[in-house]
């Protein structure tokens, strides 16, 4: 019995690690799946055949299930009921699933490091593909000839810029945490790697997103009256977020006044502001006014869950030009498909996330470096990124809001879980 456990318990951890390591890389969602698939069934087994039923519960019960509750209360307005169930289904009870199945999959520390190494192995490989098909495609560091999309999406650089902006926190506080200098090293040289990586995505939400994520962890170190201690590895984080956000450039782009945007049509947005890029600043305020406009005209009216159901609801021959299938934005996104309600009960939704990861951050402090602690402060920084790029791009789909969850249910394992579990035994 008790080698059949062990033999779930390491086939839920193998597919745990081939999931995060398929994750950024393109037309991988058979593997996935069965991946995913394979995972909850030795989940499964496995506390089937200890007989251990135990619910402990994490803090993102309540606000998940409210959110869920604002998804169905959308499907009788939707545009396409169809449409957003399969989207109920592959993006929200799908990450949701992946979510508790890590949780509860993850039975030690070392199941996390194992994890973690596998994704950064991962993101070494993405990163010097990204490289390699930079130069194949004759890109140059100092303007935006290419932009490197790794193995997720070669010239766009939106998604691996996403990607990188993830990786980078956990690459961070892993040094931290590291105790070998050979281990110090090679996560420095990781570190390194992933940033050059991000800057030839040449995306400024990127690189904004970055700062952002340097600002939050100089905040958390100042918090814990820690500063001192981490001047070094602090002034890379500022000198780092200078220099891309410096490259944060808005050649020949002008920019509409709030009073202007809001009386201009979107059609006169589009062709003023347009930039040569087709889907440059210009478009991406025609998309976010067009929504604006809709959601002005019926605040509380959702026109189905879904990012796709916009350009199906609003999209016409007159603008077909420059309105496209998302948002581009997921906060206005949310509020156009589950109305201004939906949209209070998704900020409240990553709100109570960040702050109970928050909390795990403060009570771990007197644990100096621990995992617990790193992790914590690893995820704080990332949800910045996230939420940032979010603002500028409707990313928190697919396998961009996937590997978010991954990340989250094993800080959540880490902080809740294990911990109940370590006071039991006691």
Not at 221 to 234: G, T, V
Not at 330 to 351: D, H, K, P, R
Request: hydrophobic share 50%; glycine share 6%; charged share 15%.
């Amino acid at each position: 019995m008790n080698i059949n456990i062990h033999r779930l318990e390491h086939t839920a951890l193998f597919c745990l690690c081939v999931l995060v390591f398929v994750l950024p890389i393109a037309h991988t969602i058979t593997v996935r799946s069965f991946a995913i698939g394979i995972t909850i069934a030795a989940v499964l087994g496995r506390y089937y055949l200890s007989r251990d039923f135990r619910y402990i519960k994490t803090p993102f019960e309540l606000p998940f299930l409210l959110f869920f509750i604002a998804i169905i209360a959308s499907l009788p307005t939707s545009v396409d009921i169809h449409k957003s169930l399969k989207e109920l289904w592959r993006e929200f009870l799908t990450p949701v699933a992946v979510f508790y199945t890590i949780y509860y999959a993850i039975k030690n520390e070392k199941d996390v490091t194992t994890i973690m190494k596998v994704l950064f192995i991962g993101s070494l490989i993405f990163s010097l593909y990204s490289f390699i098909d930079f130069h194949i495609h004759d890109g140059t560091w100092a303007t935006s000839t290419y932009r490197a999309g790794g193995l997720r999406d070669p010239g766009g650089g939106a998604a691996a810029g996403l990607y990188h902006t993830t990786i980078i926190p956990f690459v961070f506080f892993a040094l931290l945490y590291a105790k070998e200098s050979i281990h110090k090293l090679a996560l420095a040289a990781l570190l390194i790697i992933n940033t050059l990586a991000l800057y030839i995505t040449f995306t400024r939400a990127s690189y904004l997103a970055l700062g952002v994520e340097a600002f939050v962890i100089l905040l958390l170190f100042i918090s814990e009256k820690r500063f001192s201690k981490h001047l070094a590895p602090s002034a890379i984080l500022v000198l780092i977020s200078i220099v891309l956000l410096a490259n944060i450039t808005f050649k020949g782009v002008t920019f509409p006044t709030a009073s202007e945007f809001m009386k201009m049509p979107p059609t006169e947005i589009a062709l003023k502001f347009a930039q040569e890029e087709r889907t440059g600043t210009g478009h991406r305020l025609a998309m976010w006014k067009t929504a604006l406009d809709r959601i002005s005209e019926e605040p509380f009216k959702p026109h189905g869950y879904g990012r796709f159901l916009f350009g199906r609801t609003v999209r016409n021959e007159s603008n077909k030009d420059f309105i496209y299938a998302q948002v581009h934005n997921t906060f206005i996104g949310m509020a156009f498909e589950l109305g201004l309600q939906g949209l209070a009960v998704f900020l409240y939704m990553i709100l109570s996330l960040a702050f109970f990861i928050a909390l795990v951050w403060k009570k771990t402090v007197a644990e100096k470096n621990s995992l617990g602690h790193c992790f914590a402060g690893a995820l704080l920084a990332m949800m910045s990124g996230y939420w940032v790029n979010n603002f500028f791009g409707s990313f928190d789909a697919g396998d961009s809001k996937l590997l978010f969850m991954v990340l989250l249910g094993m800080g959540a394992a880490l902080a809740y879980r294990l911990q109940k579990s370590d006071e039991n035994r006691v």
